[in-house]
């Protein structure tokens, strides 16, 4: 590594110290939106408070100097434009590529059984609470001050850095959908999603009922009745409940 980047780093890494309460008051302020999929409104298709949190991280990011997309609502995106360079250092067009990085704004629902409000984003001690510290407004947060410490650092990307906002992740990518019939798919990319550092493929989810009445095979035991728990099919349940008979 030459001086020069050894220099750009230092640089980075003191812009995130300096602005650790501002990246802490961006994630206390994304989580206090319950943003979760709910009836579409007027040109608010997964409901009020997706939209307000999609709202709030665009305007956000335009009034730090970046440019953002929105496609109908239904997601967008942050862009630090790249560029190519000569050996002198100076641009001799802009980049052809793009690096995309999908995060996502909605969350599962809180469910029950909290100790503290899930959208107040209280910290205690050295550590927040709330529903979307780490699925995925941690890691919205996470890489738009990293894109931001970057460009302040004076780094010149080679690939135009996208950030993608996701707004229904969690119940089933139909937004995505409709960005990608707008917007064409980034080059190359990675997920910073849940609380593993990089993911850059997941397994589908398969999401289905099944019911069936159950003829009596024995006339002593613990018999199940029926079995129901959690609030959605993609998140741990924060309680269950079994009905059963003891013949």
Known sequence: MTETSETKRAAVHALIDERADELIELLRELIRFPSVNAAPKENMPFGVEVQRAFDYMLGRARADGFETVNVDNYG????????????????????SETLGIPVHLDVVPAGNGWSVDPFAAELIGNKMYGRGTTDNKGAVVAVYCAMKALRDAGFMPEKNIRLLLGLDEETGWSGMVKYLEKVPAPDLGFSPDGDFPVINGEKGILDFGIAKKLEKTRDKGIIIRSIEGGVASNSVPDKARAIIMDE
């Open 76 to 95: 967008g995106h942050i862009d630090w434009q790249g560029a190519e360079y000569d050996e002198a250092g100076e641009m001799i067009a802009l980049a």
